[in-house]
């Protein structure tokens, strides 16, 4: 789409790629709002498309199956989630740990505003693994993995800032991360409150080896 | 039952109450199969009743709604698992903290014979939490609490053997025990293996003030 934007336009101006673009972009945000909330299995296509207004025949037009929709939203949540870390993790106006902290306090203030209603598309799915198609475990597995090289960057950083010990297995501490995270934004949803979030990453910062 | 069954009995058998009652017992264990595999909201009530051979007009004979049927299963759930924690949580011939890691070594081996199939029904149910029946969240909450009651009396007698230190806050520490731990068991399954698991513990333990 960029390329071709650039490129000197003649005859009519491509109004139904552009349409169909917009279209499947609504799709996925729908469906982002739809699976966060209520997972994979008990999500009917039809809410999504209702919600966008577009008729069931024409949803094959954009994507080839459930199966295929649901791999573009979580894809397109990775990189949402990605940037999200990336604005924090690599703002070097901060120290590692504060960073680390900052991107909580993110978190805390995005949960808070959706009521606690919307937690982690990737943990979400992540728990109702086995009732989806066989290709998201790896899917999810590999974006886990993308998430935690981030943290663990920030700790290795942190390590360089003498905020953390020489000795710390940053990798380790990075994969630890996320395994508690995933399970705070979970009670954080049970609970309809911020703290399981708090005390997660206080936790978390003194297990650290300082 | 069991007072009944320790009275004289006089004339038939009661078999229909004996029938009604290993039914009831059969749909409450199908149903945990069922709810902790695929969770409550696209879990139909008819495989579960295939399972048993209970037609669909007997089941609400057994339960009022399947709301009704969920919390049965929910509140089994925590006999059993809370069973489970008090047979390591208060076995004295072991010291406290090492209490802990037993439990957390069935739990290894209870998910590896499940083949990582099957996590915890109380965490996956949290996840699910806002498509549920509004009484859940009450009384998932509600068991969440009695499993971190029975953590937090083990690291109070992990504080009075001195293997955790006196200004440690054993109430924070074992909430953060059971927000680790669903994380933990919800990556296990995802990954197919007990590293989650292990590494969890391993960070737990290091993160108690010594």
């Known amino acids: 789409m960029t390329t ?8 009519r101006p491509p109004k139904v790629t552009r349409e169909n673009h917009d279209t499947k972009a609504e799709l996925i945000r729908s469906g982002l709002e739809q699976l966060t909330e209520c997972g994979f299995a008990s ?29 573009s939203v979580i894809a397109h949540y990775d990189r949402y989630f990605s940037d ?20 909580v306090d993110d978190a805390v203030q ?3 505003r959706h009521d606690f209603k919307r937690g982690c598309l990737v943990g979400n799915l992540g728990q109702e693994v086995d009732a989806l198609p066989s290709g998201f475990r790896s899917q999810l597995t590999t974006i886990f993995m993308g998430w935690q090289q981030r943290i663990e960057t920030c700790l290795i950083e942190a ?5 953390v010990a020489q000795n710390a297995d940053c990798t380790q501490a990075a994969e630890f991360f996320w395994i508690g995270w995933e399970g705070a934004v979970s009670r954080a949803k049970l609970v309809q409150n911020a703290e399981p ?10 297990a650290l080896p300082k």
Chains 1, 2 share one sequence.
């Open 43 to 71: 999500s009917g296509i039809e809410p999504i498309l209702k919600k966008v207004g577009v008729p069931k025949g024409s949803f094959y037009h954009y994507f080839a199956s459930k199966e295929a929709f649901g791999e």
């Open 159 to 163: 390590q360089a800032s003498k905020e």
């Open 4 to 11: 071709s934007a650039n490129k000197p336009r003649r005859g």
């Open 197 to 206: 979030l708090r005390l997660f990453i206080q936790y978390f910062l003194h």
């Open 110 to 112: 995005g949960m808070t």
């Open 84 to 103: 999200k870390l990336d604005m924090h993790l690599l703002n070097t106006e901060y120290s590692p740990l504060k960073r680390l902290q900052n991107f």
